[in-house]
């Protein structure tokens, strides 16, 4: 069993930045993949950035650029570093993860971007 826990979301204005956090209660390089997704009203959960197990990020074409994923083995966090915000990057931020070909998610940070 993995527990994922978020954190770090909040109200910026558009053109500021936000730093969120995903702590698993396990060894993270005992994780396949880890990912982050997010969920705006109304629409469909979608990848935002992965990270494979052997550190090689993967991002979405709307934030590449912007947003930087990275993990810390040390403490089990994984990170996303989210520059230059967008109101059109307002949702619902989850943490995913793959351990032995089951995914677990964390429940969510809210990021609101106001413009």
């Known amino acids: 069993q993995v527990q994922l826990v978020e954190s770090g979301g909040g109200l910026v204005q558009a053109g500021g930045s936000l730093r969120l956090s995903c702590a698993a209660s396990?060894?993270?390089?005992?994780?396949?993949?880890m990912a982050w997704y997010r969920q705006a009203p109304g629409k469909q959960r979608e990848l935002v950035a992965a990270?494979?197990?052997?550190?090689?990020?993967n991002y979405a074409g709307s934030v590449k650029g912007r947003f930087a994923i990275s993990r810390d083995s040390a403490k089990n966090t994984m990170y996303l570093q989210m520059n230059s915000l967008k109101p059109d990057d307002t949702a619902v931020y989850y943490c995913?993860?793959?351990?032995?070909?089951?995914?677990?998610w964390g429940q969510g940070t809210q990021v609101t971007v106001s413009s």
């Open positions: 995913k993860a793959r351990s032995y070909g089951k995914d677990y």
């Open positions: 396990v060894n993270i390089f005992s994780l396949t993949t």
């Open positions: 990270i494979t197990y052997g550190g090689d990020p």
